[in-house]
């Protein structure tokens, strides 16, 4: 097929279908191309800015066992001589959730020789995912092409799963059309340039598009970070581009991939929400704004109660810390570019609630090695060490008058700072142990605790010796880069991602790009022009 320059020194070597059957009843997600980067509009279609969906095909459960005929893909001649035998990654992007525990086989079309496995268990919609070859197994795949079968996740073992769904090069129908480069299945070839440009390249185009569940809004941030930080338009092009993705007209998120034909669909959780502390910087009259405004109001305590009232907030203490980014910072957000103060007084009052969960229930952090200890009077515990915590404390209060933050969070920030730094890696990373700086650190937290201390410095929130923390994390984070620039998670021991035990991670190292976000935000509160707008 074709064979083009992408990723500055990366070429992507994109397969051929053979025999793959569609996913029934849908062309794709219903993701739209409204306004591609220019510099990097070779991995996109022309297109109109129409509503197209992306079109998919189903891998199925076993080849052809009774889910269809089997998949596989191929490179032309062409192609093949101009790659050769060279070190790559096979990726691939899934275009539906997949709940099922499950793997992709990848073996040599001619030979049947096995390439390995891709784990794609658990999986949300636009994750990429990457299978490692040799230089003789990419010259191999070249020549023969790989077939692609799921094993695991069938009715057998009581999942019900009859294939996932991948995105693909070509349209089938008229109602779709062919994904970009990125997306389809491709062979990544080549020496990557400097991570840090990678991860800057990725968050300035659609490769970072994440559902509207969350993941989403730490993308945006990042981008926002970013194009603030550099003043470089093409971070505010790439904002226009996934929320054009990820926001119906004339209102409302673009409803589930499952359904591309239908319209927009209601605010149902803080996390849909989220992406309005996005869209009132970049699109301030967009209706999306009041619909999240309305959403707050409803599922809220009252604004006339008191800050320091209680709040409906989650009780389980990663949940809180999460809210902590997912509700209460873009409600801080959007509060401030509407001086809506009734709304403020609200993100205060859930990350006060937040704080007095963080500090009394005694719940191990997720991805801690060791159960945290916490005294009864909640001044000095492991667990409102959380990143999403610092994060999202961080960028609710550098909206605030320093006037109106409260004491006790400001208090509380200074001591999670604190305590995140003594917990600080000799290779810059941050343990999960509070006790022991040498244990492993968990790449997530990781990147979300650094990239908080850098941004409450930046706005005077912390001391300027923060920032240089969040520095030597960055520097060590380099590591844990993919060679395009995304943030991987439980790629090399000594590293978790989000459940990995002591000694590491208990799975490949797989793409993180929610994760890749808050790395954005970081590499922008620590770059030069940060604190300039």
Known sequence: MSFAPTRRQFLVATAALVAAPAVPGCGSARLTDASPPTRLVSLYPAGDGGTAAWSTFRLPVGGGGGGGAPVRLEWDEETAGSVGAVRSQLRLTVARDVAATAAVAVTLAASGRTLGRVDVGGCRALQPLDLPLSA??????????????????????????????????????????????????????????????????????????????????????????????????????????????????????????????????????????????????????????????????????????????????????AAAAEDTYFAAHPMAVVAAARQDRPLLQRAMGRLLAAREILATIATPRRGATTPATRPTTGSADQGIDHGLWVLGLVRALREVRPADRPVELTAALARSADRVAARQRPDGLISTATADPTAAADVRETVALAAGLAIGARAGLLPPVHLATARRVYAGLRASLAADGYVMVGDRPGLGGGGGGAGGSTRPGRIDVGATGWAGQLFAAIHPGAGRS
Not at 141 to 161: H, I, K, N, Q, W
Not at 230 to 244: F, N, P, S, V
Not at 246 to 259: K, N
């Open 136 to 317: 003789a197994d990419t010259a191999a795949a070249l020549r023969e092409g790989v077939r692609l079968t799921v094993v695991g996740g069938g009715a057998g073992d009581g999942s019900g799963l009859s294939g996932i769904a991948l995105f693909a090069a070509t349209a089938e129908n008229a109602s779709a059309t062919a994904a970009p480069a990125a997306f389809v299945p491709h062979l990544l070839v080549g020496i990557g340039g400097d991570p840090a440009t990678e991860l800057a390249d990725r968050l300035a185009s659609l490769d970072s598009l994440q559902p509207a569940d969350g993941f989403a809004a730490c993308v945006l941030d990042g981008q926002w970070d970013l194009f603030a930080a550099t003043g470089e338009q093409r971070y505010r092009r790439a904002i226009d581009a996934h929320l054009g993705q990820l926001l119906a007209t004339p209102g409302g998120l673009a409803r589930d991939p499952a359904d591309p034909s239908a319209g927009g669909a209601p605010i149902t959780t803080f996390r849909g929400a989220a992406l309005a502390a996005a869209v009132v910087r970049h699109r301030p009259t967009h209706p999306f704004v009041a619909e999240a405004t309305a959403f707050w109001t409803a599922h809220g305590e009252p604004a006339s109660r008191p800050a320091t009232a209680a709040v409906a907030v989650p009780t389980d203490p």
